[in-house]
């Protein structure tokens, strides 16, 4: 049983190279998210999806873009990496559909990536 | 949008006591409140959760309160142990564009000592 799986784990990129972080879930979720983690700050919502083809800004958009064409899979693009998107970036999925609330996030092992 | 604070950032507490973590939220409509515990290296997996209609909820040596009308949550761990040791985050689900996001505190690190 997978669950959640980002790949790759490590990543070194230099400044305004563009990159593609991918997440996939085999447990039929329909609601997604891509969080990043920087020390002190927690976690924090970049973008969310509740279903393929809707997909929607959190907290810390800029930088970042989505697209969710399947179910299964949410990938994450930097456009113009910056040494400030340096971080450890989650993807999370959740059973349910986020109207009432998000209920448990299922979270992958995370992805580093440094931006020199 | 929502804002969660957390306290203390860290707690250092020795084996077979307990700790307790706080959280306050902003958004008055954020109904779902969960807790995540953080291991070196890994993604943050529940521990317990709980929704605004429920004031307590207790699994083993876990237990959350919430006070609605105070916006304040806080986890209790009794008879600490070292495999406790980890990043505890609180987290406030709340509505948000028809949908509900979760906004997660800054964590809490807690060193169980033996």
């Known amino acids: 049983n997978a669950g959640v799986t980002q790949t790759p784990k490590f990543q070194v990129l230099k400044t305004g190279q563009s990159m593609t972080l991918q997440c996939a879930q085999d447990?039929?979720?329909?609601?997604m998210s891509w969080y990043r983690q920087d020390p002190g700050m927690g976690l924090r919502l970049i973008h969310y999806?509740?279903?393929?083809?809707?997909?929607d800004q959190g907290e810390v958009p800029n930088g970042y873009n989505v697209s969710r064409s399947t179910t299964e899979d949410f990938p994450l693009r930097l456009l113009s990496a910056a040494p400030s998107q340096t971080s450890v970036y989650f993807c999370?999925?959740?059973?349910?559909?986020?109207?009432?609330?998000?209920?448990?996030?299922?979270f992958g092992e995370g992805s580093r990536l440094t931006v020199l | 949008g929502e804002n969660v604070e957390q306290h203390p950032s860290t707690l250092s507490v020795q084996e077979g006591d307990s700790a307790v973590i706080k959280c306050t939220y902003s958004?008055?409509?954020?109904?779902?409140f969960p807790w995540y515990k953080q291991e070196l290296g890994k993604g943050p997996q529940l521990i317990i959760d709980?929704?605004?209609?429920?004031g307590e909820k207790k699994d083993q040596r876990i237990a959350v309160t919430l006070n609605k009308t105070a916006k304040h949550f806080s986890l209790h761990i009794t008879e600490t142990q070292p495999e406790d040791s980890a990043v505890y985050f609180c987290?406030?689900?709340?509505?948000?564009?028809?949908?509900?996001?979760?906004?997660f505190g800054k964590g809490t690190m807690l060193l169980v000592s033996p």
């Open positions: 999370a999925s959740s059973s349910l559909t986020g109207k009432i609330d998000t209920g448990e996030l299922f």
């Open positions: 447990m039929n979720h329909e609601y």
């Open positions: 999806s509740v279903g393929a083809g809707i997909t």
């Open positions: 958004d008055s409509a954020s109904n779902y």
């Open positions: 709980i929704r605004s209609n429920v």
């Open positions: 987290a406030a689900s709340s509505p948000r564009s028809g949908y509900s996001t979760l906004t």
